[in-house]
């Protein structure tokens, strides 16, 4: 599920991806990545920026949740990786992301969960065409993370103690090296997930402010 945030207002949206997507996108977006480990917060924090900040948020995991929901061929392998912690492929992923954003009004996204790895990344600049503008990352110990994994209790089949070692695994290896990738770059933002949702808030609205002092959020 894709949620979109324009002018406070909360929006639902099915993404398919085996329709045709042109691979240039139209200029202007304002792209903030929230990248963590599993549990960090990221969708909590990015359901706030959104409205908060006049975002769309796109969260990677409920646009690849969307489609398992419809049970297609592509829904069916999401769900398969899901189990066994690993990653989407992304060429499946970039799709999904790409439609999401070219059926939005709105050219400024919270995208939460991507890039997963370096292959996520490149993706992200070779065929969308887009870079971050700056990248939150939610830092949380692994466990902090283990714990609020195993007491949310949602339903989900990731949320077993064996797949959340695997996910953790993943993070460790995969995500952290496209942190420190954009933290080469000056864009990365570290966040203290480990405080309460309010106080992790209060700490990002001043990266944005920061940004909407460079003019990107106007």
């Given at each position: 599920m894709e949620t979109m945030a324009k002018d406070g207002a909360a929006q639902e949206a099915t993404v398919t991806p085996n329709k045709d997507v042109s691979e240039d996108n139209p200029k202007g977006y304002t792209v903030i990545y929230v990248l963590g480990g599993p549990g960090s917060g990221k969708s909590t924090q990015c359901a706030k920026i959104a409205p908060y900040f006049g975002f769309c948020h796109l969260s990677l995991g409920d646009l690849l949740e969307a489609e398992v929901e419809t049970?297609?061929?592509?829904?069916?392998?999401?769900?398969d990786c899901k189990k066994e912690g690993r990653l989407v492929p992304s060429d499946?992923?970039?799709?999904?992301?790409q439609q999401a954003m070219q059926g939005s009004q709105n050219k400024k996204f919270v995208i939460d969960g991507?890039?997963?790895?370096?292959e996520?990344?490149?993706a992200a600049e070779s065929i969308m065409k887009i870079e971050p503008d700056f990248v939150l990352f939610l830092d949380c110990s692994e466990e902090e993370m283990k714990r609020r994994l195993l007491?949310?209790?949602?339903g989900r089949v990731d949320d077993n103690i064996n797949t959340i070692q695997k996910r953790l695994k993943v993070y460790f290896e995969c995500t952290l090296p496209v942190i420190n990738y954009y933290s080469a770059k000056g864009k990365v933002r570290k966040i203290d997930a480990e405080r309460s949702p309010e106080?992790?808030?209060e700490a990002i609205k001043d990266a944005f402010f920061e940004l909407k002092e460079h003019g990107k959020t106007a």
């Amino acid at each position: 599920m894709e949620t979109m945030a324009k002018d406070g207002a909360a929006q639902e949206a099915t993404v398919t991806p085996n329709k045709d997507v042109s691979e240039d996108n139209p200029k202007g977006y304002t792209v903030i990545y929230v990248l963590g480990g599993p549990g960090s917060g990221k969708s909590t924090q990015c359901a706030k920026i959104a409205p908060y900040f006049g975002f769309c948020h796109l969260s990677l995991g409920d646009l690849l949740e969307a489609e398992v929901e419809t049970g297609s061929e592509y829904g069916k392998m999401i769900e398969d990786c899901k189990k066994e912690g690993r990653l989407v492929p992304s060429d499946l992923v970039v799709k999904l992301l790409q439609q999401a954003m070219q059926g939005s009004q709105n050219k400024k996204f919270v995208i939460d969960g991507f890039p997963r790895n370096e292959e996520n990344r490149a993706a992200a600049e070779s065929i969308m065409k887009i870079e971050p503008d700056f990248v939150l990352f939610l830092d949380c110990s692994e466990e902090e993370m283990k714990r609020r994994l195993l007491n949310r209790n949602q339903g989900r089949v990731d949320d077993n103690i064996n797949t959340i070692q695997k996910r953790l695994k993943v993070y460790f290896e995969c995500t952290l090296p496209v942190i420190n990738y954009y933290s080469a770059k000056g864009k990365v933002r570290k966040i203290d997930a480990e405080r309460s949702p309010e106080e992790v808030f209060e700490a990002i609205k001043d990266a944005f402010f920061e940004l909407k002092e460079h003019g990107k959020t106007a």
